[in-house]
């Protein structure tokens, strides 16, 4: 097993976000294997699109059409356990070659900070090792990646707002294509400079000296 791999956890899913996930499918050859985490089951029913993998320990399960995980491999955990079930979704990834991994539903249904903040800092422990996670976080508002001492290029995503926050203590920044630039530009974690840019180029490049967040919104 090698390659990419669509993750949906137990979040908030956006209207929209049907229509982005198929079109996202649609783009991608292989086709990525879909892993449902608990209760992210619900929405991959919703889109039809039965997964290969269902990640859960039961407690967040939903109705479950029949037949509907006819083809799919059950990776059952204990409810209590010292990791979230996104968690154990990565190490399965990492464990199996999935190093190309899109989250969906990252963004927590309930409003709760931690899950949400637990969630965007998930790829952190795999970012080093033999293979290296390469993680997106994607709705049909927004999308995260993170970057840790490398360049993201950013192509077709003209017009969009660009946010850079820095996740180690200081980061090391240059920004093409946006209407603020930046050349080597030191941003400590905690300041708000790399906030609220705007990319003005059909292909942008955000690249760090560090570990950060790249979020791109509407």
């Known amino acids: 097993m090698a390659g990419t791999a669509f993750v949906f956890l137990n979040g908030y899913y956006h209207r929209g976000d049907r229509l982005l996930v198929n079109r996202q499918l649609r ?11 608990d209760g992210g089951l619900s929405f991959v029913q919703r889109c039809g699109l039965p997964p290969d993998f ?3 320990d039961l407690d967040s399960a939903p109705t479950i059409r029949k037949g509907f995980l006819s083809q799919a491999q059950l990776l059952l ?14 190490e399965f990834c990492s464990r199996n070659n999935l190093t190309d991994i899109t989250i969906f539903g990252w963004y927590d249904s309930n409003g709760e900070t931690d899950h949400l ?41 003209r017009g969009r707002r660009l946010s850079v926050v ?30 609220r840019n705007r990319i003005t180029a059909r292909q942008a490049s ?5 570990a950060a967040l790249i979020l791109v919104g509407e």
């Open 206 to 210: 955000v690249t760090v000296r560090g």
């Open 27 to 37: 783009r991608r050859r292989p086709r990525p294997l879909v892993i449902a985490v």
């Open 54 to 56: 269902w990640l859960t």
């Open 117 to 157: 903040l637990g969630n965007l800092l998930l790829y952190e422990n795999h970012l080093k090792g033999k293979r290296p996670l390469r993680v997106r976080y994607l709705d049909s508002r927004q999308e995260i990646y993170p970057i840790s001492n490398e360049k993201q290029r950013l192509v077709g995503y």
């Open 77 to 90: 955990h204990p409810s209590i356990k010292d990791k979230t079930d996104g968690e154990l979704a990565l």
């Open 166 to 195: 820095p996740i180690s203590r200081r980061i090391v920044l240059t920004l093409r294509g946006t209407a603020f630039p930046a050349r080597e530009l030191v941003v400590n974690r905690g300041q708000s400079i790399a906030l």
